[in-house]
């Protein structure tokens, strides 16, 4: 249809064009004209040719038209009722919704990310333990405090290991972007949807500190097993408020966003504690905790 748009448009502009200059009568039909023919044709109607630019153009359009739409016995274009047209008229119109919704997302952010989240279910961020946000900040985005809410470095970075391990082994996405994907688009991998996630990312910069971001990803991310944010996951793998969490359980659940069913404790003990081990080790490289921490908490977590 944009193409039918685009070519009709064209033939307009070419009309417009000719019609300004002199002598236009002899490049329209004239029964457009309103003026009589000058010769009859033998030829009955249905068979005349304009040779015209004029009548060049007006055809492209006219086939192009028959291709998507159906035409009467009076040669008047009218529209395929087809039972595709239907859905297509269903599909733009969703596509447009969606387009005035991300519109509405990124000029209005704050009140769209707000209207989002139940913040009633929230564990404030005094009341996360500071072992959890090390280990989320050294697993998944180490730079964290530095950056905005792209991270170029941390993006360079991942391209290179992935490429020499030959597999995706690092993310380049900053925890700001996890967070507005979490709560504002769709998994679908697509480039426009990275574009997005970008903007909104941009976004919730802005209007939100570092430390009310963590509260906002840690509250929202999912942790597998059911468990949507802190809360419910402290409660399924550990029975107890996320403020009594050791290090080696703020590990664990640390080590789950990246890919929470493989990960999962429960279903996976030995994947979850290698994990754990993993964020363990990454905590004590970026100087959060000292290797004396990490490799007693990981024998903590055996010996229970």
């Given at each position: 249809m944009?193409?039918?748009?685009?070519?009709?448009?064209?033939?307009?502009?070419?009309?417009?064009?000719?019609?300004q200059?002199?002598?236009?009568?002899?490049?329209i039909?004239?029964?457009?004209?309103g003026s009589?023919?000058?010769?009859?044709?033998?030829a009955?109607?249905?068979?005349k040719?304009?040779?015209?630019?004029?009548?060049?153009?007006?055809d492209m359009?006219s086939?192009?038209a028959?291709?998507?739409t159906?035409t009467?016995?009076?040669?008047?274009?009218?529209?395929?009722?087809?039972?595709?047209?239907?859905n297509?008229?269903?599909?733009?119109?969703?596509d447009i919704?969606?387009?005035?919704?991300?519109?509405?997302?990124?000029t209005?952010?704050?009140?769209?990310?707000?209207?989002?989240?139940?913040?009633?279910?929230?564990?404030?961020?005094?009341?996360?333990?500071?072992?959890?946000?090390?280990?989320?900040?050294?697993?998944?985005?180490?730079?964290?405090?530095?950056?905005?809410?792209?991270?170029?470095?941390?993006?360079?970075?991942a391209?290179v290991?992935n490429?020499?391990?030959?597999?995706?082994?690092?993310?380049?996405s900053?925890?700001?972007q996890?967070?507005?994907?979490?709560?504002?688009?769709?998994?679908?991998r697509?480039?426009?949807?990275k574009?997005?996630?970008?903007?909104?990312?941009?976004?919730?910069?802005r209007?939100?500190?570092k430390?009310e971001?963590l509260?906002l990803?840690?509250?929202?991310?999912?942790?597998?097993?059911?468990?949507?944010?802190?809360?419910e996951?402290?409660?399924?793998?550990?029975?107890k408020?996320?403020?009594e969490?050791?290090?080696?359980?703020c590990a664990?659940?640390?080590?789950?966003?990246?890919?929470?069913?493989?990960?999962?404790?429960?279903d996976?003990?030995?994947?979850g504690?290698?994990?754990m081990t993993v964020?363990?080790?990454?905590?004590?490289q970026?100087?959060?905790i000292?290797?004396?921490?990490?490799a007693?908490?990981?024998?903590?977590?055996?010996?229970?």
């Open positions: 944009k193409r039918l748009f685009m070519l009709i448009v064209l033939a307009c502009a070419v009309y417009w064009g000719f019609s200059g002199s002598g236009i009568e002899k490049y039909p004239a029964s457009l004209t009589a023919p000058k010769a009859a044709s033998s009955p109607p249905s068979a040719k304009d040779d015209s630019l004029y009548g060049e153009v007006t359009v086939t192009f028959s291709g998507v159906g009467t016995d009076s040669g008047k274009v009218t529209v395929n009722k087809s039972k595709d047209a239907p297509a008229t269903v599909a733009k119109e969703q919704q969606t387009l005035r919704q991300e519109y509405h997302d990124l209005n952010f704050k009140e769209a990310l707000e209207s989002r989240v139940h913040r009633e279910n929230f564990v404030p961020f005094k009341d996360i333990p500071q072992y959890l946000i090390d280990g989320v900040v050294a697993t998944e985005d180490r730079r964290f405090y530095d950056h905005g809410a792209m991270d170029p470095i941390g993006v360079a970075r391209m290991t490429y020499m391990a030959g597999e995706t082994l690092e993310g380049g900053t925890i700001d996890q967070t507005v994907k979490n709560i504002f688009l769709s998994p679908e697509t480039m426009s949807r574009i997005e996630e970008l903007a909104l990312a941009v976004q919730l910069d209007y939100y500190t430390q971001i509260e990803y840690l509250n929202t991310i999912y942790f597998g097993h059911g468990a949507y944010g802190l809360r996951a402290s409660h399924t793998y550990f029975g408020e996320p403020k969490l050791d290090l080696s359980q664990m659940l640390a080590g789950l966003p990246q890919a929470p069913s493989a990960y999962d404790p429960i996976h003990p030995k994947a504690t290698e994990r964020v363990l080790t990454l905590m004590a970026e100087g959060y000292t290797h004396e921490q990490a007693h908490a990981a024998a903590n977590l055996w010996l229970r």
